[in-house]
């Protein structure tokens, strides 16, 4: 993806979202986003698409094995988590003070 349009997401690391489809669909538990790859439209979510990995020992894993991580989704199956209402919510950006927040269109309150 070239970097001269650079896609905006409104999912930040760190934020708190509901995954909206796929197979860990659950529209009520938040769970938090750990990574956002811009470049892939995909953010890695905690406890979301996990994936066996098979490592080779190595000097910081020196047994090796299977691990279990996340893997990335895409980030149009999340939604951010609206605490107010207790559900997924769309978001605009509005600017205040010359500064650009994310308000959530459900509550109207700031996330």
Known sequence: MSNR?????????????VVIAGDDKD?????KVLE???DKAKV???GVNIVTKHTKPSA???????????A??????VMLWDAKTGGPAKVKRTR????LIRVSKKS????
């Open 44 to 46: 890695i979510v905690e």
């Open 36 to 38: 956002v790859i811009v």
């Open 72 to 77: 990335p989704i895409a980030i149009s199956n």
């Open 27 to 31: 529209l009520k538990k938040p769970r």
């Open 96 to 99: 205040e003070n010359g500064k």
């Open 60 to 70: 910081q894993n020196t047994k090796g094995g299977i691990v279990k991580v996340e």
């Open 5 to 17: 349009f650079k896609p905006k997401f409104n999912i930040k690391k760190g934020d708190n979202v």
């Open 108 to 111: 109207g309150e700031a996330i």
